[in-house]
């Protein structure tokens, strides 16, 4: 039960970073984090993980990092891709 609550409260996070990161809606969040999860095939808590770590270190792999911006693309308004 702990564990599940802990995954819960990183995706939450990860969500919340997509949102100030990328302008997003917490759906749209939801949404790029779900596919990059799907489209790198990483599991989501480890995506979440990773997402959180960069927000703290601006340090991303490059295949999440490609694959965020792939989404972020997907879900474009001006000034949504990151560098």
Same mark, same amino acid.
């Given at each position: 039960?702990?564990?599940?609550v802990h995954a819960?409260?990183?995706?939450?996070q990860?969500?919340?970073?997509?949102?100030?990161?990328?302008?997003l809606?917490p759906?749209?969040?939801?949404?790029?984090?779900?596919s990059i999860s799907q489209n790198t095939?990483?599991?989501?808590?480890?995506?979440?993980e990773?997402?959180?770590?960069?927000?703290?270190t601006?340090? @991303?792999?490059?295949?999440?990092h490609?694959? @965020?911006?792939r989404?972020?693309?997907?879900?474009s308004r001006?000034g949504?891709?990151?560098?």
């Amino acid at each position: 039960m702990q564990h599940a609550v802990h995954a819960h409260a990183v995706v939450d996070q990860a969500v919340g970073v997509l949102l100030a990161a990328g302008k997003l809606t917490p759906d749209e969040g939801w949404d790029v984090l779900r596919s990059i999860s799907q489209n790198t095939n990483t599991k989501l808590r480890h995506v979440a993980e990773l997402l959180i770590t960069w927000a703290r270190t601006g340090e @991303l792999c490059a295949l999440l990092h490609t694959e @965020l911006n792939r989404q972020l693309a997907l879900h474009s308004r001006p000034g949504r891709r990151l560098r």
